[in-house]
């Protein structure tokens, strides 16, 4: 069966602080891949999807990036933290064709100070 | 925006089903409706998901109207563990997911 990994589980930044969080899925060939932003009681934001390695797209700009540099691995950057930037990430996958559903890793929770 | 509607809350008791509604009046031919929910602190939950046929699987079921234009997801017997928060989701493939306020379950005993 299928499984996504996110780590850490919890981070805390300080302000300008660079960031790299980690995704990989397993069972699993060519899969979409996304990385979503939760903020406290709002629904998600999609901040960037991927259809293959290298291949990236940004949904909203922004002070972070991502990259995809082997097929199921997906990692979130940023070379200086801003304070907006805390929330909750989640990474999710899916097959790439037909309508089949996403699912999610259990998230890393960030925190800027 | 999320194009779906959800009573923000609901009750339900241990070993009852629940029935959760979604209005989705705006869908289109080629969205599909989409389950997940959301226990506190977790990622979101894929439940099920549909097209016009109703469908079930060993989480729920999803009763979809003839005009697409509602449906409701019904958890059989619910557990304490159902206690999240559930979102429904018309979307069509390619797309983004939004999810809006989605309806918190509280299962209690």
């Known amino acids: 069966s299928q499984t996504i990994h996110q780590w850490p589980a919890t981070l805390v930044q300080p302000v300008g602080s660079p960031l790299s969080l980690e995704c990989t899925v397993e069972?699993?060939?060519?899969?979409?891949l996304y990385w979503y932003r939760q903020a406290a009681g709002r629904g998600l934001q999609l901040l960037f999807y991927?259809?293959?390695?290298?291949?990236i797209s940004s949904e909203v700009p922004q002070n972070l990036s991502a990259s995809r540099p082997q097929d199921r691995q997906f990692i979130l950057s940023s070379k200086k933290l801003l304070l907006s930037d805390s929330g909750f990430y989640l990474c999710?996958?899916?097959?790439?064709?037909?309508?089949?559903?996403?699912?999610f890793g259990d998230g890393t929770r960030l925190s800027i100070l | 925006d999320a194009k779906t509607t959800q009573p923000p809350s609901m009750d339900c008791a241990e070993g009852r089903a629940a029935n959760l509604p979604c209005n989705h009046s705006?869908?289109?031919?080629?969205?599909?409706v989409y389950w997940y929910r959301q226990i506190h602190s977790q990622g979101p939950q894929y439940i099920i998901h549909?097209?016009?046929n109703n469908e079930t699987n060993e989480m729920a079921s999803l009763i979809i109207t003839e005009d697409r234009k509602s449906s409701t997801l019904i958890l059989p017997h619910a557990t304490l563990r159902d206690t999240a928060v559930y979102y429904c989701?018309?979307?069509?493939?390619?797309?983004?997911?939004?999810f809006g306020g989605g309806t918190r379950v509280l299962v209690k005993p």
């Open positions: 999710a996958w899916s097959v790439r064709s037909g309508n089949q559903p996403q699912h």
């Open positions: 069972g699993t060939s060519n899969p979409n």
């Open positions: 991927s259809v293959g390695i290298g291949q």
């Open positions: 705006t869908i289109s031919g080629n969205e599909y």
């Open positions: 549909g097209l016009k």
């Open positions: 989701i018309d979307k069509a493939a390619g797309n983004k997911l939004t």
